[in-house]
T-cell receptor
Framework: QQQVKQSPQSLIVQKGGISIINCAYENTAFDYFPWYQQFPGKGPALLIAIRPDVSEKKEGRFTISFNKSAKQFSLHIMDSQPGDSATYFCAASMGGYSTLTFGKGTMLLVSP | DSGVTQTPKHLITATGQRVTLRCSPRSGDLSVYWYQQSLDQGLQFLIQYYNGEERAKGNILERFSAQQFPDLHSELNLSSLELGDSALYFC????????????FGEGSRLTVL
């Protein structure tokens, strides 16, 4: 099973709030879980990534939480800012392969 | 700027036609990937090349083909185009063939009329 399921499809958060996007996967062979951020007219860009040997990784206002037993991982954006308004994709890859399987994306709008 | 260059940025063509999309990876990157992005399917992996050789294949139609040349640039050829092929086509590159950061270009938007 190659799918990565992402929710919600869209999200509106007030400035200063916490944005939470969730992803779930079935394939236990996945061992690399990145999040990509995409602004309109641009290609996706790596935001933050985690491997299953840790349960959490934080970079600035962005945190990945990873639950290996539940096969779920999530992105938390603290103190969300209007500049964070973008589409966010979770992804996964496995073994020695670098090809990423992407979720369908979450369109985040942070209102001023 | 990711360092990945894609041309053309926009392309409008008719059903049944053939187009070629071009990608120049970041300097030093040996892997090139092609992804198709549509509103309902998200980012779908098409194919990967590593140092000129096909490395992995995804949901690429038989009407589509790709190659990576000795100078590491890549081309994606789409033939017998259908309305449903209208999408954004992204190229990405990475240094290695194993898991790591992919650097995406800005995409080529294909419209089939």
């Amino acid at each position: 099973q190659q799918q990565v399921k992402q929710s919600p499809q869209s999200l509106i958060v007030q400035k200063g709030g916490i944005s939470i996007i969730n992803c779930a996967y079935e394939n236990t062979a996945f061992d690399y879980f990145p999040w990509y951020q995409q602004f309109p007219g641009k290609g996706p860009a790596l935001l933050i990534a985690i491997r299953p040997d840790v349960s959490e990784k934080k970079e600035g206002r962005f945190t990945i939480s990873f639950n290996k037993s539940a096969k779920q991982f999530s992105l938390h954006i603290m103190d969300s800012q209007p500049g964070d308004s973008a589409t966010y994709f979770c992804a996964a890859s496995m073994g020695g392969y670098s090809t990423l399987t992407f979720g369908k994306g979450t369109m985040l709008l942070v209102s001023p | 700027d990711s360092g990945v260059t894609q041309t053309p940025k926009h392309l409008i063509t008719a059903t049944g036609q053939r187009v070629t999309l071009r990608c120049s990876p970041r300097s030093g990157d040996l892997s090139v990937y092609w992804y198709q992005q549509s509103l309902d399917q998200g980012l779908q992996f098409l194919i990967q090349y590593y140092n000129g050789e096909e490395r992995a294949k995804g949901n690429i139609l038989e009407r589509f083909s790709a190659q990576q040349f000795p100078d590491l640039h890549s081309e994606l050829n789409l033939s017998s185009l259908e309305l449903g092929d209208s999408a954004l086509y992204f190229c990405a590159s990475s240094v290695q063939a194993t898991a790591g950061e992919l650097f995406f270009g800005e995409g080529s938007r294909l419209t089939v009329l």
